[in-house]
T-cell receptor, first 113, second 116 residues
Framework: DAKTTQPNSMESNEEEPVHLPCNHSTISGTDYIHWYRQLPSQGPEYVIH???SNVNNRMASLAIAEDRKSSTLILHRATLRDAAVYYCAGLQNYGGSQGNLIFGKGTKLSVKP | GAVVSQHPSRVICKSGTSVKIECRSL??????MFWYRQFPKQSLMLMAT?????????EQGVEKDKFLINHASLTLSTLTVTSAHPEDSSFYICSASPWVDNEKLFFGSGTQLSVL
């Protein structure tokens, strides 16, 4: 079961890095860890995903613990547009079939100017 | 990038009526689409997995006769809330992906359903 646990809320100052943690101690060995973010009244937006190795893309970095029981989403320089609810989600792998995302409760990130 | 279009974005209906929500993959084919429901200040809860050409798979506690899902083509899945009641008022979101195996999902913009 890819259940995830995140802090309810976090605050950051603009232009500073933000580290958003997620615990997923029950994740299986083949479940990918995904991060999405959601603005009010909108659908979630993909941020990043990974399995074991750390990942980087233009939006963020994902640091995955060696035991895979936790991960951290890193926004290198927070902007006001990064204020959103960030969801850590496990993607259940159905062995070649499309898996579904199991969302945690998310972290509401506030960014102060 | 892949685009998932969801329509309508907002609907208000009377109790007892049925409402249909459409989810389209605009630039890719999706054999599988997912339907989520989100109550205010809560996370997304998976309702069902929609499979093209076959019956949908519903999560535990979701009434299949109330939430009818039709995935008649590789680019369209519909969710019909039958005999809607005020407790069905929620934000409904669909998602799909052009890939299989752990790749990112693309989400529609959601449908806010208000049942009076």
């Amino acid at each position: 079961d890819a259940k995830t646990t995140q802090p309810n809320s976090m605050e950051s100052n603009e232009e500073e890095p933000v580290h958003l943690p997620c615990n997923h101690s029950t994740i299986s060995g083949t479940d990918y860890i995904h991060w999405y973010r959601q603005l009010p009244s909108q659908g979630p937006e993909y941020v990043i995903h990974g399995l074991t190795s750390n990942v980087n893309n233009r939006m963020a970095s994902l640091a995955i613990a060696e035991d895979r029981k936790s991960s951290t989403l890193i926004l290198h320089r927070a902007t006001l547009r990064d204020a959103a609810v960030y969801y850590c989600a496990g993607l259940q792998n159905y062995g070649g079939s499309q898996g579904n995302l199991i969302f945690g409760k998310g972290t509401k990130l506030s960014v102060k100017p | 990038g892949a685009v998932v279009s969801q329509h309508p974005s907002r609907v208000i209906c009377k109790s007892g009526t049925s409402v249909k929500i459409e989810c389209r993959s605009l630039d890719f084919q999706a054999t599988t689409m997912f339907w989520y429901r989100q109550f205010p200040k809560q996370s997304l809860m998976l309702m069902a997995t929609s499979n093209e050409g076959s019956k949908a798979t519903y999560e535990q506690g979701v009434e299949k006769d109330k939430f009818l899902i039709n995935h008649a083509s590789l680019t369209l899945s519909t969710l019909t809330v039958t005999s809607a009641h005020p407790e069905d008022s929620s934000f409904y979101i669909c998602s799909a992906s052009p890939w299989v195996d752990n790749e990112k999902l693309f989400f529609g913009s959601g449908t806010q359903l208000s049942v009076l």
